[in-house]
Nanobody, 124 residues
Framework: QVQLVESGGSSVQAGGSLRLSCAAS????????MGWFRQAPGKEREGVAR?????????YYADSVKGRFTISKDTAKNTLYLQMNSLKTEDTAMYYC????????????????WGQGTQVTVSS
């Protein structure tokens, strides 16, 4: 059974940094694409970053976080990370980890498996 557990969310001041982690289990981590999404109250869910697996390699970043956030993974630890630097108040949201087999659906932001989220709050 695919399980994704996020951690690392916290309350930080604008300009600070935070690293989110997503511990994955129950599947072949290396064969799944992974992503980070976020949702603020009253807002639509937003894709933040993706890292692809399989035939298409590479990463995706939303323009709003490009240059500030970095998605990475440690295959040996089955863990996905999101390093967030230069945080802004606009980054405040619940952050979710997601996974999907291969890359075919993930490349368009469609993921089947989701964690429960970790809260990130950025104060001015």
């Amino acid at each position: 059974q695919v399980q994704l557990v996020e951690s690392g969310g916290s309350s930080v001041q604008a300009g600070g940094s935070l690293r989110l982690s997503c511990a994955a289990s129950g599947y072949d981590f290396s064969s799944y694409s992974m992503g980070w999404f976020r949702q603020a109250p009253g807002k639509e869910r937003e894709g933040v970053a993706r890292i692809y697996s399989g035939g298409i390699a590479g990463t995706y970043y939303a323009d709003s976080v490009k240059g500030r956030f970095t998605i990475s993974k440690d295959t040996a630890k089955n863990t996905l990370y999101l390093q967030m630097n230069s945080l802004k108040t606009e980054d405040t949201a619940m952050y979710y980890c997601a996974a999907d087999r291969g890359w075919y659906k993930a490349i368009r932001g469609d993921f089947d498996y989701w964690g429960q989220g970790t809260q990130v709050t950025v104060s001015s």
